[in-house]
C-alpha cells in the first residue's frame, strides 16, 4: 500500500504540507484533491521521492520512501505536474531511455513498449521530437513513461491535464482498467476526474487534511443532496410552478432560473421529495422537458470544505 505518517514539509515558518496521514490499498484509486497552493504536488514529490519530508514518513508497498529509495521508486510509476521530458528526443528515443532506466529487456521490454504505445496512441508521434508535441501528446508520453514498466503503484499529477474531451475519456478508462491490480492516486483540481474514477477522495487545504470520504460521502454533504431538478417546456407556466413548489411543506428552498425555465427544490433534511413533486407536476399539468433527481453537487462541498 501507500502510507503516509504525519507527513511534513515546512519552507522556514511555513508549513506547505502539514501533518498529513492516510493510506491506500490496492485496487483503491485515491483522488487527492485541493486548491491551487493548498500542497496537493509538494505531497506527490514526497511520496515519489523528490522532495524530502521536514517531518513525518512514506512507504510505497513497505519500502520507506527515505531508507529505501531506489526499491521505493521501483514499485512506483510516477507522472509529475507538466510531464517534463527532453525536448530534443524523438519519443521513440525517449521510451527506449526509459526502457534502458528501468532495467527492462527481452520479450518483457518489447510487450510493454508495444503496449504503451498501442494504449497511449503514440505509434504517430513516434519519431517526433518531445519539444514539437501539442501538450496533449506531451501528457500522454508522460503518462507512457509513467507506466512502462508495469508498476503497482501509480502517481498521477494532473493525468489529464491539456486532452481534450476524447482523449480525457480515453485515459480515464486506462486508470479505471488498471486500477483492479494497482495502487492508483491521481492528484488533480477537476472534479469531474474524482466521479469518472476515484472510488475514495481526500481533500487537503492549507496543507491540512479536511475530508477523506467516498465520491458519494462527498456529495451527500451538499445542500443539493435529494435535491430535485425540474425544467419546464413552457416558461409561461414558471410563476405558478415556483408557487406550487415553494408551498409543499418538504421543500426548504427554491431555486429558479428564468433562462432555461428551471426550477431546483431543496429538500429539508431527510425528507424525499421527488414523488411530491412528480404528483404536482401531473397535478398541476406542467408540462415538464426534464425532472431528476440529484446526488449533489460536488463543487459546492469542496468550496465550503476549503474555504
Known sequence: MIKTEHLTKRYGALAVVDDVTFQVAPGEVLGFLGPNGAGKTTTMRMLAGFVTPTAGAASICGHDVEREPLAAKAALGYLPEGAPGYGE??????????????????????????????????????DQTIETLSK??????????????????????????????????????????????????????????????????????RGR????????????????????????????QLTAARAAVAALPAVSALEVSERDARLTALPRAGATILPALSELAARQGLKLKELHLESGRLDEVFRNITA
Open 136 to 205: 496533449g501528446f506531451r501528457r500522454r508520453v508522460g503518462l507512457a513513461q509513467a507506466i512502462l514498466h508495469d508498476p503497482p503503484v501509480l502517481i498521477l499529477d494532473e493525468p489529464t491535464d491539456g486532452l481534450d474531451p476524447n482523449q480525457k475519456h480515453e485515459v480515464r478508462t486506462l486508470i479505471n482498467d488498471m486500477a483492479r491490480d494497482k495502487i492508483i492516486v491521481i492528484s488533480t483540481h477537476i472534479l469531474e476526474e474524482v466521479d469518472a474514477v476515484c472510488t475514495r477522495a481526500v481533500i487537503i487545504a
Open 209 to 236: 487534511i479536511v475530508a477523506d470520504d467516498t465520491p458519494a460521502g462527498l456529495a451527500a454533504r451538499s445542500r443539493y443532496h435529494n435535491a430535485v431538478s425540474m425544467q419546464l417546456e413552457d416558461p409561461a
Open 89 to 126: 528526443m524523438t519519443v521513440r528515443a525517449f521510451l527506449i531511455f526509459i526502457a534502458d532506466l528501468r532495467a527492462l529487456a527481452g520479450e518483457r521490454r518489447r510487450a510493454r513498449l508495444a503496449h504503451v504505445i498501442e494504449h497511449l496512441q503514440l505509434g504517430s508521434v513516434l
